[in-house]
């Protein structure tokens, strides 16, 4: 069945260093992949997505890429700050079929260390 | 704010108990999707709706049902409530079917005793 893997279940960072946060999918018709930040208590909170078309994108200090090929898509945050400190989720679906639901990782729990 | 609201926003109950989850979408969205957030299972998608008619089902149990009403406000209802469905549940929303972004509500906290 549809199934997202993801890695490292925690990562605990030096300020200012580069965390990278992987994620492998099942099901071969995923075709957008969104990150979502999620504080203790608080919603979900998306801070990118990237579609299948693409195999970059970059928002600032974020940024994810994409394999289709290997079924692999990561996150990489630079330069990152205590506020970074979150449970980090990624996700699959499969938009313009039957259902665009979301499929997601078991989350990374990033820790910032000032 | 996401401009999703999910009331109430905690919820203590029995065993064997039944309770009714209810969630409003941002304004313009006819999608509306459930998720249950528990500590071993992660977020895990439940049932979606579109435009009042149920579109996708997942690992949701048969003691839990949903409806999308015509003001697309949509409730979760879970019966015969057992300890094991204490979890945080998420009500989304958005636009249509497409690579819409799915906006989450602040989440309704089930404990049941």
């Known amino acids: 069945g549809e199934n997202v893997e993801q890695h490292p279940s925690t990562l605990s960072v030096q300020e200012g260093d580069s965390a990278v946060i992987k994620c492998t999918y099942s099901?071969?018709?995923?075709?957008?992949f969104p990150w979502y930040k999620q504080e203790l208590g608080k919603r979900p909170q998306l801070i990118i997505d990237?579609?299948?078309?693409?195999g970059e994108k970059k928002d600032q200090r974020i940024a994810v890429t994409l394999n289709k090929t290997a079924k692999h898509f990561s996150l990489h945050i630079t330069e990152t700050q205590p506020e970074d400190s979150a449970v980090y989720f990624c996700?699959?679906?499969?938009?313009?079929?039957?259902?665009?639901?979301?499929?997601f990782g078991t989350g990374t729990l990033l820790a910032v260390q000032p | 704010d996401s401009g999703v609201t999910q009331t109430p926003k905690h919820l203590i109950t029995a065993t064997g108990q039944r309770v009714t989850l209810r969630c409003s979408p941002r304004?313009?969205?006819?999608?509306v999707y459930w998720y249950q957030q528990s500590l071993d299972q992660g977020l895990q998608f439940l049932i979606q709706?579109?435009?009042?008619?149920?579109?996708a089902k997942g690992n949701i149990l048969e003691r839990f049902s949903a409806q999308q009403f015509p003001d697309l406000h949509s409730e979760l209802n879970l019966s015969s409530l057992e300890l094991g469905d204490s979890a945080l549940y998420f009500c989304?929303?958005?636009?249509?079917?497409?690579?819409?972004?799915?906006?989450f509500g602040p989440g309704t906290r089930l404990t049941v005793l």
């Open positions: 989304a929303s958005s636009v249509g079917l497409a690579a819409d972004t799915q906006y």
């Open positions: 099901d071969s018709a995923s075709n957008y």
């Open positions: 990237i579609r299948s078309n693409v």
């Open positions: 996700a699959a679906s499969n938009y313009g079929g039957a259902t665009n639901k979301l499929i």
């Open positions: 304004s313009g969205d006819l999608s």
């Open positions: 709706y579109y435009n009042g008619e149920e579109r």
